[in-house]
Structures are given as structure tokens and as C-alpha cells.
């Protein structure tokens, strides 16, 4: 049956069947209405990249090719609701002390019933400013949120998460930086997920990945110098680094960093910045890390990546920028100022393949942030510590525990040494109603955020029972 030319798409679909206007079909479309390739078409296509037929350019194993039935009986609502209830119901339900880059913050109501309004939640990347003003003020406000948090005078809005966001700070620093080598230097405690992430970006550059020795939780400074000369395009350190210690030698780290010639990139949150040294005043090329700490819960998964820098490298930045001018009327007016993915564009300037930004969830941050307010963040931040410190203090005085094990200041976390097994310990604890990580024979890591208040008193006195 032939399709209706209801718009000037489908009228020039139709005019680009043939010489005669004959009209397309879903046939003579390849089968979709959206890609009206004729037989000659295709034909010709095929021919040029070398294969007989458009099956050979999938490579599909058999075990996983749909083969017409998806195999699901047909239900009503009430029946998969029972069964998505009962299979839901077959999970632990456990306090999760776990951290290590997923924190469960408090997040109030308010962010909620913003961020879910339609014209928030079903938008689309904001191409058009003219409909788009009130979401493009939003992120413009998240950008400058973290240019004031992190003093660095570029931010974009925004990255899938803290992972990408290092991988796309590896690939900056070697578009930036003159270097006969290629090395990214990380600490050794760097989480085996974000290193995972970020080896697998650099695995289409020259770009190598190697860790340098951590000393008593922070950066091993004489390690990192011996390692450091001028083939290492950037060196990246955390702080609170993923065991919770504050790094206390960041402007020595910047230094060294420097002085061979590479960027200093730092790992950090929304949360911490509020309170730790501003990340320009120590030497902080790039500034990377997780947002999600506002607006979200720990989703163990999805994140906002946080990417800020200075402004020599504006045009090297991924992702999308939003600026603000006058319009014609002279009223402030916000617009995409800059997408330096261009693959939609011209592909050959692209400086990045991040493709969908966090924009909604930027949203959320953005929310949280305002209704926090600058001295909401401190005490937030201020809790963080003393939550650690008092925890610590705790279970350091149980029998067989030492609390912290490395000599720091923590924010949040913290690891904890055992005279008993660390797994076993860990599944005991689990047995109680409550998650830690086991992260060594001997070594388990524990967090607890402002939803934790009312379960560690029970938690002390289950990890009294199983250290015992």
C-alpha cells in the first residue's frame, strides 16, 4: 500500500524513488518508511563497502538472534504486578554501609516535584533555546555552581558519570599536551570499575594507564616523582580518595605534575568541594568526578559526571556548554553555546563521542544545590567528617578493631582493620541486616551517610557480636 505524503519529508522521499514520482512503498523503502533506499540503491551501498547483502554487516551469534517469537505469555497488569511484587520481595533487605563512590544522601521532596514537571522531564537535548529557556537557565546555573566550587572557569553540563568523565579528561590531556609519551598515572586504590573505564577508553589512543603507590591512604609523593617524567601526559589523584582519606599533599601532587609538564586531574565531589581546599588554588588542570551525591540516590549504576577545566581548553571540552547573552529584545537569553561532539556537525573536528548528556539529572543537582544553599552544602560536608570520626571512634574501641587504619582525616568512609576474616565478617554482619565491603583478608570499608543516623547504633553492636 503506498504511504501518504503527509509532509515535505515524505514528498521528497517520494520524489527521490525515481525519475517518474512513482510513489515509496514500505517495499521499496527496505521495509521502513524512514530510510527509502530502493533496490538499486542498496545494491549500489552494498557494492561499495564490498558485501552481498545487508546481513553481513552484523555479526549476530545465532544464540542471541531473535527468531520471531519473544517467547512472553500475554498477561494482564494484576498478574505482572504479583509476580514483579514477588520476585522484588527475594531481595536482602540490608543497611548499606558501602560507598566507594555510591552515596545515598537525603534528597528532599522539593527535587522531586520540580525535576518531574513535563516541560523538565520530557524535553529533549535543548537545540532550540527559543522553547528551551527555563531547562538551559538550570544548567547554566549547575555550571556555575561548580565554577564557584571548583574555581576553574569552564564546566560543561554534562558527562554520563565519574568514569567517562576521567576517560574524557585522558583524552584532553593527550590532545593538549606535547608529548613524545603517552602515560596516565592513577593511584593504586583507584576502584577496579573506573580503571576498567577508563583503560577502555584510551584502548583506541596511544594512551597507557599505570598506578603509582598510595602512603597511608594518601598519594606516596617520592613513588609518584620516580615515576613521573616527560612522557606522562596526566596524573590524576582523589580526594576523599575511594577509601575516604582526604588527600593532604594535593598542591605537592600539582607541583610535581607540573614541573614534568603534564596536567594535574582531580577526583572529587559536589559535597567535599564545599568544604576541602578549592581544586584551582592546588594546581587542578581538570576536575572530574560524581555530581549524583545531589539529586539522586545511590543507584549502584547511573551517575552525573561532573567535568570542569580551565579556560585555555574550552574548545577541547566534551559534551555541551550552555552561555547566556541578550537577545534581540536585549533580555538575558541562554543558548548551547558550544558542542564540541560535532559528530552531527562535522565529524572530523569531533573532540569526543559522548553523545547524551545527564541533562535531567544535572536538573536534580542543580535543585538540590539551591535548596541547599551555600551553608546547607558546609554542614553537609562538616556531617560527612564527623559522622566518620565518631564512627571510627566507635568501633575502634571493640575488641580486635582498629578504626581507621590510615592516619587521615575521612569524609564519609573509612576502612577498618579485624583480627578475624574481613568475608567473614562481612557475611555475618549481612546476616544482621547490614552490607560492608571486604576489601582484604583483614580489611573491611565501611560508609554511612545522613541515612544511616538511626541504624549505627545497631550496627556498633552488630559488629561487636561478630568480631567477639
Known sequence: MPLAATNGRDRRSQQAAGDEGAPVTRESAGGSPYAPHGESETAAMLSAVGVDSAEELFDVPESVRFDGEFGIDARGEREIREELRSMLGRNDDLVELLGRGHYDH???????????????????????????????????EYQSLFVELTGLEIVN??????????????????????ASGHRVLVPEHLRAERRDVLANYVSGTDLTVESYSMADG?????????????????????????????????????????DNDALFCLGSDPIALSLLEEPASVGADVVVGDASVLGLPASYGMGLGLFATREDYVRQVPGRLVGASDDAGGRRAYTLTLQTREQHIRKERATSNICTNQAWVALRTAIHAAWLGPSGLVEEAERAVEQAQELAARLD?????????????HFREFVARTDSSADEIAADLADRGFAVHALDDDLVQICATDHDDATLDEFVAAFEEVTA
Request: with cysteine; aromatic share 8%.
Open 218 to 258: 594518601n598519594v606516596d609523593l617520592a613513588a609518584l616523582d620516580d615515576l613521573l617524567d616527560d612522557d606522562a601526559v596526566m596524573v590524576y589523584a582523589e580526594t576523599p580518595t575511594v577509601r575516604g582519606a582526604i588527600e593532604e599533599g594535593l598542591g605537592d601532587v600539582a607541583d610535581l605534575t607540573h
Open 106 to 140: 537525603y534528597v528532599p521532596s522539593l527535587v522531586d516535584h520540580i525535576s518531574q514537571r513535563s516541560e523538565f522531564l520530557t524535553s529533549y537535548t535543548q537545540y532550540q533555546p527559543e522553547i528551551a529557556q527555563g531547562f538551559l537557565q538550570v544548567l547554566f
Open 397 to 409: 574501641a571493640v575488641p580486635g578493631v582498629e578504626a581507621p587504619v590510615h592516619d587521615r582525616h
Open 157 to 178: 553540563c554534562s558527562m554520563y558519570d565519574a568514569a567517562t568523565a576521567l576517560g574524557e579528561a585522558a583524552t584532553l590531556a593527550d590532545r593538549v599536551r606535547s
